[in-house]
């Protein structure tokens, strides 16, 4: 059976903790994940987690791996790497997640401007009709905001808002980013318990 392949992708709004421990999750499921952080999501992913992603890949790749406490599984790229395999259609992933995804990026995709290896990859999973899944951490949401996910959305993406839910009672940070990262992972049709569903104990 053929292991399915995820582009996960951080770009410049605040939340990077949902892209990393997504990418986490996926690879301690046996998932292939193809990596990549915009520049300002790898500044904000500095900022908000320690974590460096810039410099050399290989040396980025170590300390991604380091921080998630795993050993393989990520294959790391550079956001203007548009020989990536990702960037085409032909060997595009099966699925694709930009988490955190900055108002900036969601424009462009909404767009079709494709200026970095995650915006092209985004415009090939919408022309390829694979699951693109965009997770927007952003507050207020302006009007050029909302009708910008509207057409994503009509164009076949998936919005999943960082909302975390509260019934679950949640005791962590953790706790909170685990609920949305699961929210993700159902998108994708990926068992998991990471939150508390509604109606069980």
């Not at 939340?15 to 998932?31: D, H, I, P, T, W």
């Not at 795993?70 to 259609?89: E, Y």
Request: net charge negative; proline share 4%.
């Amino acid at each position: 059976m053929k292991q399915r392949h995820i582009f996960v992708a951080l770009t410049g709004a605040s939340g990077s903790m949902y892209g990393l421990r997504l990418a986490e999750q996926l690879c301690l499921k046996g998932f292939k994940v193809t990596f990549s952080a915009s520049c300002s999501g790898t500044a904000v992913c500095r900022e908000e987690t320690g974590l460096d992603l810039s410099g050399d890949l290989d040396k980025a790749l170590h300390r991604l791996y380091a921080h998630l406490e795993i050993t393989s599984g990520i294959t790391l790229v550079h956001p203007d790497d548009l020989f990536c395999a990702a960037a085409s259609g032909s060997s595009a992933p099966d699925a694709m997640v930009v988490s955190p995804c900055s108002m900036g990026t969601l424009a462009r995709v909404a767009c079709g401007i494709s200026g970095n290896l995650i915006e092209r990859s985004a415009d090939v999973m919408l022309k390829e009709r694979r699951p693109l899944l965009l997770v927007p951490r952003e507050t207020p949401l302006s009007d050029i905001h909302l009708e910008n996910m509207l057409k994503l959305s009509r164009a076949g993406a998936r919005i999943i808002p960082a909302m975390p839910g509260f019934y679950g009672r949640p005791e962590t940070v953790l706790d909170l980013v685990d609920f949305v990262v699961g929210k993700v992972l159902d998108q994708l049709g990926v068992e998991n318990d990471l939150y508390t569903r509604w109606g069980t104990e």
